[in-house]
Structures are given as structure tokens and as C-alpha cells.
């Protein structure tokens, strides 16, 4: 191989440039992943957001099926105390 070769296995320097872009980017998407699977904080948030954004309508208000879920419960818990002291 000369002095002027710019080749190394077969691969420019263009190429070789091009390739530790590429992996760089992978390797900086794999830790920003690592990272947020880790930030259990953020993820603590993130799940208290969706169990509210399903257990509310849209405008706020408790959904009327999950209201008369806790409503019965607590009438069933009320009647259990109830009939055991009775």
C-alpha cells in the first residue's frame, strides 16, 4: 500500500467518518434510553398523568363507572363494619 493510498480495507475515510456518525448516534439513543428507564422519578410521574387521564372525562370530573365502583365499595366496606358489630 503507498503513502497516497486513502484507502484502508477497502473503505474511505468518508465512509470510515460516516460509520462512527452513525454509531455515535446509536450509542447517544441507547443512553438516553438507559437514562429514562432509570429516572424512576419521571417515570413515577408519567404513570400518575395516565391513571388520571383514565380515571377523569375529559373536562376534569371523576368517570361516573369509577365513581359508583368507589361509592359501592364504600357502602360494602360500611355494611361489613355494620353487620359485624351488630
Request: hydrophobic content about 45%.
Amino acid at each position: 500500500m503507498s503513502s497516497g493510498d486513502s484507502h484502508v480495507n477497502g473503505t474511505t475515510p468518508e465512509q470510515i467518518e460516516a460509520d462512527l456518525a452513525r454509531q455515535r448516534e446509536e450509542l447517544a439513543a441507547t443512553v438516553t434510553e438507559i437514562q429514562a428507564r432509570l429516572d424512576v422519578k419521571a417515570r413515577a410521574r408519567a404513570k400518575a398523568v395516565d391513571l388520571r387521564a383514565r380515571a377523569t372525562t375529559p373536562d376534569g370530573k371523576p368517570r361516573p363507572a369509577l365513581a359508583a365502583a368507589a361509592a359501592a365499595i364504600v357502602v360494602l366496606a360500611g355494611a361489613i363494619l355494620w353487620h359485624r358489630r351488630h
